[in-house]
C-alpha cells in the first residue's frame, strides 16, 4: 500500500522554524520527486516546491526562496520540510506529495500520492 | 509563471446532474502538464485527471478531461453525491507549479 505519512501538528512562535517530516512507505522512495504544498484555511492550494531524491537538486517558488530547506534522507524513506522565520500568514497545512518524473525531469502523471497533511500554527 | 484562473467560482447543481468546470492559463501549457484534482472537507487532494485527458488509478469514468493550449475542461456526466466537492486544476510542466483558484461544486 503505497503512502506518505506526515508528523504531527505544530505550533510556533513567530520568528521561529518548524520541521515537517514526510515517511513514504510501498514504493521505491528514490523512483519519485517530492513536492510540497500549504493550504491556509478556506483557501486554495499554493506550491512551496520539489526535491529529487537522486540529484538532490531542489526548486524553490519565489515566494519561499531564503525561508524554506528541503532534505531527504533516503535510507528511512523520509523527506522534510522546514520553514523558517515564521508568520501568521504562515499558518496553514502542509502537503507533502511525490510525482514521478521523466528523463527529461518533466512530471508525467502530476502529484498522484499525497501526504495526509501537517497542520502548523503560527501564533504568539 | 503560468497563472491558471478557474470558473465558476462555484457550481450549483443536483445530484444526476453534468458538471462542467473551466480551467484557463495564461499561456499556452503543454496537455501532458495539465491536472485535476478533486478536494473534500478535512481531507488531502486526490488526483482525478493527469496529462489533460487520463484519469488516475480508480478515478470513475463518468469524470473526464479534456483541452489544449490555454483551454480545459474537466466534466463530471452525473453528479454522484460523493461528487460535491472543490475542484483544482495544476500545471506541472514548468515553475512554479501553480494551482488553480478551485471550483467548489455544491448541492444545489
Known amino acids: 500500500h503505497v503512502q506518505l505519512v506526515q508528523s504531527g501538528a505544530e505550533v510556533k512562535k513567530p520568528g521561529a522554524s518548524v520541521k515537517v517530516s514526510c515517511k513514504a512507505s510501498g514504493y521505491t522512495f528514490t523512483s519519485y520527486d517530492m513536492n510540497w504544498v500549504r493550504q491556509a484555511t478556506g483557501q486554495g492550494l499554493e506550491w512551496i516546491g520539489w526535491m529529487n531524491p537522486n540529484s538532490r537538486n531542489t526548486g524553490y517558488a519565489q515566494k519561499f526562496q531564503g525561508r524554506v530547506t528541503m532534505t531527504m534522507d533516503t535510507s528511512i524513506s523520509t523527506a522534510y520540510m522546514e520553514l523558517s522565520s515564521l508568520r501568521s500568514e504562515d499558518t496553514a497545512v502542509y502537503y507533502c506529495?511525490?510525482?514521478?518524473?521523466?528523463?527529461?525531469?518533466?512530471?508525467?502523471?502530476?502529484?498522484?500520492?499525497w501526504g495526509q497533511g501537517t497542520m502548523v500554527t503560527v501564533s504568539s | 509563471e503560468i497563472v491558471l484562473t478557474q470558473s465558476p467560482g462555484t457550481l450549483s447543481l443536483s445530484p444526476g446532474e453534468r458538471a462542467t468546470l473551466s480551467c484557463r492559463a495564461s499561456q499556452s501549457v503543454t496537455s501532458s502538464y495539465l491536472g485535476w484534482y478533486q478536494q473534500k472537507p478535512g481531507q488531502a487532494p486526490r488526483l482525478l485527471i493527469y496529462?489533460?485527458?487520463s484519469r488516475a488509478t480508480g478515478i470513475p469514468d463518468r469524470f473526464s478531461g479534456s483541452g489544449s493550449g490555454t483551454d480545459f475542461t474537466l466534466t463530471i456526466s452525473r453528479l454522484e453525491p460523493e461528487d460535491f466537492a472543490v475542484y483544482y486544476c495544476?500545471?506541472?510542466?514548468?515553475?512554479?507549479?501553480?494551482f488553480g483558484g478551485g471550483t467548489k461544486v455544491e448541492i444545489k
Open positions: 506529495a511525490r510525482a514521478y518524473s521523466d528523463r527529461s525531469g518533466y512530471y508525467t502523471d502530476g502529484f498522484d500520492i
Open positions: 496529462g489533460a485527458s
Open positions: 495544476q500545471q506541472y510542466g514548468y515553475t512554479p507549479l501553480h
